[in-house]
């Protein structure tokens, strides 16, 4: 049975499968900046669910954002996004659940928008995946 704790606050300089859990979430973030799809999906576990207030979505596979994902994004004004911080909040050997905070950022760096999730991230066949996030 996996021991869970919620970890003393943000050092995790002695687990490293919160260091390898966090650094997924932030090859995500590199990816999702550079508009990679299949570099983003790289770093899901599957099936990987999404949680939007009380509806849920659940991809089975690699591929399902829409292809003018970051059209639409840009539309809005988007230039990139910036992760303020990524918290654990409890861990265990293969999953780790995180407090993620990032924004939304104009090409001038005005703050379009400010988000704080939640996302579980698991190691599956030795790949840690984000498998969840909600928002």
């Known amino acids: 049975m996996n021991e869970i704790h919620a970890p003393n606050g943000s050092d995790t300089s002695g687990n490293g499968d919160t260091v ?10 590199t990816a999702f900046n550079a508009e990679d799809l299949p570099g ?7 099936p990987h669910t999404l949680l ?7 991809w089975f596979a690699p591929g399902q ?20 911080s990524i918290t654990p909040v409890l861990t265990s050997t293969d999953k780790v659940h995180f407090l993620v905070d990032y ?7 005005e703050v379009l928008n400010r ?21």
Do not use: K
């Open 65 to 84: 954002l829409p292809s003018d994902f970051f059209a639409s994004l840009r539309a809005t004004g988007w230039a990139r996004t910036q992760t303020e």
């Open 20 to 29: 390898e859990a966090r650094a997924c979430i932030e090859r995500f973030a």
């Open 40 to 46: 983003m999906d790289a770093e899901l576990n599957f």
């Open 115 to 135: 988000y704080h999730n939640l996302w579980i991230v698991t190691r599956s066949a030795g790949h840690w995946g984000i498998a969840l996030r909600s928002y």
């Open 103 to 109: 924004t939304r950022r104009t090409a001038a760096g």
């Open 52 to 58: 939007s207030g009380s509806h849920r979505l659940e």
